[in-house]
Antibody
Framework: QVQLVQSGAEVKKPGASVQVSCKTS????????IHWVRQAPGHGLEWMGI????????DSAHNFKGRLTMTRDTSTSTVYMELNGLTSGDTALYYC???????????WGHGTMVSVSS | QTVVTQEPSLTVSPGGTVTLTCASS?????????PNWFQQKPGQTPRTLIY???NKHSWTPARFSGFLLGDKAMLTLSDVQPEDEAEYYC?????????FGGGTKLTVL
């Protein structure tokens, strides 16, 4: 069965960086894109970026350009999201979600809570 | 920067029908915008209901339907059940970037 298992909760200080992992299983890793989506407490979903797991090409939302890095390790079928220059505004639940190329979103990770506080 | 607009809230009676809409600031929502619809209940991970405009997953209840009408993407819930009370989000790839709508809080009353 398809699974997207994310790393555990993180607490960071302002200005720090955070890395969240999304380990996938149950399908051929390189045939699906992975997106990152976040949700601040009490707010809606915000699209952050996408990684093509086949060639590693990424794209991110304007709000995150220069601050968001997404990578993948095909040997472990894992995708990584690193966000730097953290502020309190980055406190949110971060999700990875799978897309079959062409707009076919389906499975979501369980989410990783990132808290930023001095 | 694309802005995706949804109704902030809607109320429907059990057994009724309700349609949620999703519009893009870039213009008409077309199949090329690859509309997806997600349901999120309080404290839960979002669940994908509809992908690429109208396609359902195996777990999507038959009473949910996605389609395009006019300039918008739409999600219709028929024979609404109490468990359909949730937040619904659309996601579009208009303007060559992905963007979520602000969500529609659906109340079943």
């Amino acid at each position: 069965q398809v699974q997207l298992v994310q790393s555990g909760a993180e607490v960071k200080k302002p200005g720090a960086s955070v890395q969240v992992s999304c380990k996938t299983s149950g399908y051929t890793f390189t045939t699906y894109f992975i997106h990152w989506v976040r949700q601040a407490p009490g707010h809606g979903l915000e699209w952050m970026g996408i990684i093509n797991t086949d060639d590693g090409v990424t794209d991110s939302a304007h709000n995150f350009k220069g601050r968001l890095t997404m990578t993948r390790d095909t040997s472990t079928s894992t995708v990584y999201m690193e966000l730097n220059g953290l502020t309190s505004g980055d406190t949110a639940l971060y999700y990875c979600v799978r897309e079959k190329p062409g707009g076919g979103f389906d499975f979501w990770g369980h989410g990783t809570m990132v808290s930023v506080s001095s | 920067q694309t802005v995706v607009t949804q109704e902030p809230s809607l109320t429907v009676s059990p057994g009724g029908t309700v349609t949620l809409t999703c519009a893009s600031s870039t213009g008409a929502v077309t199949v090329g915008c690859l509309p997806n619809w997600f349901q999120q209940k309080p404290g839960q991970t979002p669940r994908t209901l509809i992908y690429s405009s109208y396609n359902k997953h195996s777990w999507t209840p038959a009473r949910f339907s996605g389609f395009l009408l006019g300039d918008k993407a739409m999600l219709t819930l028929s024979d609404v059940q109490p468990e359909d009370e949730a937040e619904y989000y659309c996601l579009l790839y208009c303007g060559r970037t992905w963007a979520f709508g602000g969500g529609t809080k659906l109340t079943v009353l």
